[in-house]
Structures are given as structure tokens and as C-alpha cells.
């Protein structure tokens, strides 16, 4: 059971004084079995804004910050989270998925099809079926195919034979640019996941949130991401419910993964979002610094 903290600043520097639009801030985790969030602070420069929070579509936590006509050359936004993790265990136990769903393929139950249809579909064009070709190299053809196994050896796959790039630019490469590339940021690699799962009948969604694991940041082979934001996915499996892998670094069941929120798409899970009105000129740069520390509950807890 870890304690986390997490400090995640994000600050815009602008060259004369701007007004803000609205920003849309995704960065309070909800409280489950396997997170108990213990307290949320959120610091925001200017201070004067008006600050509304409300639930989107997926139930994910969602704060707006309005400053009307007030302008000022900096913005700057720090959320702190302090809470408890209860990861999930290495792997996830054969008996946790329902019997009908052991093996591909299989599936969803008529009374849950509804709910899952639009994670069932496929998002991005895929013309020359490079997404579907690759996908279908995890199906044992003439044999039987462990679901567990088809989904560990995919997210496994993209980590040895995708190289990890990060990038500060916004959006997420479509899947095929990908492939193409052979090389991602977190998100692109979270993305691809989904639309090969996508195309192999799987509903499957976008996470976004942290990851941490201390014992292996000064190991041989560190986990990539952690400190950062991250992204991964998930996949619904009947009787285990939502699994979540993590294809950058072939992550099984959401050990060491903080979820912030999940969606359907990448677009509706960004961190914070929003603009300024000025000109063109005026934008001098963001910058994004993320602290994650683990420790016994008393030793984070002492302030």
C-alpha cells in the first residue's frame, strides 16, 4: 500500500499581459477499491478565477478555471495530490475472467453491449489494414488463443520493437503513422493498443494519469514515463471488468499506474486545456514539471 504524492506544475509565459479562455483541468484521480485519494490542493497564478468543478460523460473529475476580462503575462497551475495506491497484483489470476472469455474469441454479454459499443469502434482510418494485420500476428491460428496471453504478448510487442520518443507537441500520432514510424510517445503507443484490440473485437479506452515505481528508478532498466504524465490503456474483459495495460513499458494490470481519469478517446483526457486571447507573438513558452515520491505514510505525510 504506497503513499503518493504527486506536485504537477504546468506554467504558459507570455510576452505582454493576456486574458485567458476558459481551461479544462483533468487532474484529480476519483477514489476506488485500488486509490484512496487523501487530500487535493489545487494553486492557481492569477488568483482570481472563478473555479467550477463538474463530472463529464465518463464520470472523470473535471475543474474549469474562468478569469474573465482579467489578463496577466504568466499562468501558472500546480495540482498536489496526496494519496494511497492499492496496486493490483502482478498478474492478473485465470479465475478473474469470466469462463466465456478465456479465450478469443468471445463475446460481450447482450445486457453489457450497449454500454461498450462506441469503445468497440474503430476511431481512425486504417485503408491498406496495417493495424488489423499487425494486430491479428497475436492470434494463434488452428489453436486456441489465451486472452490474457494475446493481450500481454501485444503490450509486451510494442514495448521491445517500438522505440520510445517523447514528444512536447500536442495530439496523438494516428495508428498507422505510428506503425509507420516505429517509434511513439506514451500516448501513441496507448492509442495504437486500443485500435489493434479495437480491431480484434475488444472494447478498449484511454488512460491518462502517473506513473511511479521507486525501487526501479536507479535499476538497469527504468520504467519510462515515470515522474511524468502518462498514458496507457484499458481493455474490458467480462468478470475482471476493465484491465488496464501499459503498452511503453509492458505493464500487465495497472501496477504502478496513478489513473487519473478515462475516455473513449485521447482528445477528452488532457490534462489541462486552454487558450489565450492576444497576439500571435505574445506565446513565449509552456513548461510542464511533474514530482512523484513514494514513501511510508509518514514520511510523505510530514509537511
Known amino acids: ?42 494553486g492557481v497564478t492569477p488568483p482570481d478565477a472563478a473555479v467550477r468543478w463538474a463530472h463529464d460523460v465518463f464520470g472523470n ?4 478555471l474562468d478569469w474573465g476580462d482579467a489578463r496577466g503575462d504568466r499562468l501558472r497551475i500546480v495540482s498536489e495530490l496526496d494519496l494511497e495506491h492499492f496496486p493490483a497484483i502482478a498478474a492478473l489470476p485465470r479465475e478473474a475472467i469470466d469462463p466465456v472469455a478465456e479465450s478469443y ?35 494463434r491460428h488452428g489453436e486456441t488463443t489465451r486472452t490474457m496471453d494475446l493481450l500481454s504478448a501485444m503490450t509486451q510487442a510494442i514495448k521491445d520493437e ?22 511513439g510517445a ?29 525501487a526501479l528508478v536507479d535499476s538497469a532498466a527504468p520504467m519510462v514515463g515515470g515522474g511524468y504524465t502518462h498514458a496507457w490503456c484499458a481493455v474490458y474483459l467480462p468478470g475482471a471488468g476493465w484491465v488496464e495495460f501499459d503498452p ?18 485521447p482528445e477528452q483526457a488532457v490534462p489541462v ?22 514513501g511510508r505514510p509518514a514520511a510523505i505525510g510530514a509537511r
Open 248 to 265: 511503453t513499458n509492458g505493464l500487465v494490470a495497472g501496477r504502478n499506474l496513478i489513473r487519473v481519469c478515462a475516455a473513449r478517446t
Open 162 to 183: 517500438f522505440r520510445y520518443q517523447a514528444r512536447d507537441a500536442e495530439g496523438t500520432n494516428p495508428p498507422v503513422r505510428t506503425l509507420e514510424l516505429g517509434s
Open 105 to 139: 474469441p468471445f463475446s460481450y454479454a447482450a445486457e453489457e453491449f450497449p454500454d461498450l459499443s462506441r469503445l468497440l469502434e474503430r476511431h481512425h482510418a486504417d485503408p491498406d489494414r496495417l493495424v488489423d494485420r499487425w494486430a491479428r500476428r497475436f492470434v
Open 186 to 214: 506514451c500516448r501513441d503507443f496507448a492509442l495504437l493498443m486500443m485500435e489493434a484490440v479495437r480491431s480484434l473485437g475488444f472494447a478498449a479506452r484511454f488512460v491518462s494519469g502517473y506513473l511511479y515505481d521507486e
Open 1 to 42: 500500500m504506497p503513499r503518493v504524492r504527486v506536485v504537477h506544475a504546468t506554467e504558459y509565459r507570455y510576452a505582454q499581459p493576456v486574458r485567458f479562455t476558459t481551461h479544462r483541468l483533468m487532474l484529480r484521480p476519483r477514489d476506488s477499491h485500488d486509490l484512496r485519494l487523501l487530500d487535493a490542493t489545487l
Open 61 to 64: 473529475s473535471v475543474c474549469y
Open 273 to 294: 486545456a486552454g487558450g489565450f486571447i492576444g497576439r500571435p507573438g505574445d506565446f513565449l513558452g509552456l513548461e510542464v514539471n511533474v514530482a512523484v515520491t513514494v
